[in-house]
Every structure is written in structure tokens, then in C-alpha cells.
């Protein structure tokens, strides 16, 4: 089944490539010489777009009480460039996979956008590369994206295999490979590396956050920082809704890992659970 399921990935002709928009913005963003009037161009070009990334610049998860932004260039401003691809990926991503209904997609995308903002907020404190914390949001955000691969690949097979899973006491990714020969993580970050021109951090951290995790004394990844993202929203009850999450919570040791207080981890947590419900709103316009 795995070979089948890759042959699929690697002929499918339609498979969702990244908007245009995404693409320009990235390519704009990597150029020293671009600007914020620039950017906003470019993105006023999409209208819902720009209407709904001023919303989530103006979100309690991202505006944190600030004065409000009322154009493009003032949320650029606040946010920082970088952010602002991140949340155009955080509104974009949802389209492109919106008509597969293997899984209730509301709710994994709830799941991925506080998995995101967690990964951020505990990557900002630990021990990684700029590089590491520049990506560490869109690490979160795309952390599942093979759960939506194999629904686009093999929609009645991962329907069935969706109903059956949440009555088996084991980890998706366990079933998965049982059943598939191939786990999300190694499919999503297979997928990411043929069609999207990402960093080989994002695939690398996608691939790797359900490997075995293992407090060894030396600096966090930030595959393991996901790892630990994505657990904590599940133990606080923002799963993707397939099958049975596990129930791990974030101990002194963890903490320490992370260089992090209990304060500090609290104050990540507490923002991203009372940012959900406004941000969500705005990624709906």
C-alpha cells in the first residue's frame, strides 16, 4: 500500500500546488530590495486575502490588545513581514483542501493553527537557530498536512480508515502505517518537498514530530518542539479529530528542556487558547 500511495503522489497531476499569491509573496519577501508598499501591493491584488490578514493582525492571538491596524502596510508594520506569509499560508492552506470529507476539517485546522502559535511562542524561548524560530510557526501549521494528503490520495480508503480509528486505543500514526505501510508525518513531508518550495527545516520537522521523544540533555530540536506543541493542544482538548489523541502533559523536565518557567509556559498557553476563537473568525472573514 505505502508504494502504491507514493506512486499516487508522484503522478498525480493536480495534485494542490501553492496559490500564485504564495508563491509571489515569497519570492517578493526574498528580495532584499522589495518593500512594505510593495508587499501591501501585492497582496491588495487578493482582496479577501488582504481583508482577512488585517482581521488576524487585529486578533487577540496576533494583536495582543494593540492599537488596530487599518491598513495593509500598518499590519506589516506590527507584525513583521515574516508573519504576514505566515498567516497568508494560515488562510490559504484551509482553501486548498476544503473539499475532501474524510475528517472534519474545521476542526483540524483549529488544531494546526494553535499547534502553530504554540510551536511559536515555545520556540521563541528555547535554544534555536533564528533560522529555527523563523520557521517554527509554519513548522505547526503544516505539522499534519499528510493527514490531508491521504485524504486527497486515497479518500475512501482514509474515510473508512478515519471511522475505524476512533475506536482503536492506539496513535494515528501507529494505524496508519498498519494499515498504509506510511505514517502523516513521512507522507505530509513527501508531499510538502515535491510540490511546495519550502525550507528542508519545515519538511524535516513535519517528517520527525512523532518520533520518539527523548529529553537527552542537549538543546531542543524544533521537530520536538512540534512534538510538544501538538501534545499540549491535544491535552487541552484542540485535537484534529481523528482517532484517539494521546494525553501527555508538560512536566519540570520538559520545562527545563525548553528553558522555559512554569510562567513563561503558562503565558504561551493562555494566549493561544483565548486567541483561537477570534482568529478563527478572521481566517473566515
Known sequence: MKDKILKLLGEKGDLPPLPEILLKLEKLIGDPDSDIEAIAELIETEPVLSGRLIKLANSVLFGGGREKAR?????????????????????????????????????????????????????????????????????????????????????????????????REFSLELLEREQFGISHPELGSAFIQKQWPVSPTVIQAVKEHHDPFVVNGSRPTLSQIVHIANQVANAHGITHGIGLPPTWEIDDTILKFLGLSQEEFEKVLERTLEGLDSAETAMKG
Open 71 to 167: 491598513d495593509l502596510s500598518s499590519a506589516i508594520l506590527r507584525l513583521g513581514i515574516k508573519m504576514i506569509l505566515d498567516l497568508a499560508y494560515t488562510i490559504q492552506l484551509p482553501n486548498m483542501f476544503s473539499k475532501f470529507k474524510s475528517f472534519d476539517q474545521f476542526l483540524f485546522w483549529k488544531h494546526s493553527l494553535a499547534v502553530a502559535c504554540l510551536t511559536q511562542g515555545l520556540a521563541q524561548k528555547a535554544d534555536l537557530s533564528y533560522e529555527e524560530k523563523e520557521e517554527s510557526y509554519v513548522c505547526g501549521l503544516m505539522h499534519d498536512l499528510g493527514i490531508v494528503v491521504f485524504g486527497y490520495l486515497i479518500p475512501e480508503e482514509y474515510k473508512n480508515f478515519v471511522a475505524s480509528a476512533k475506536i
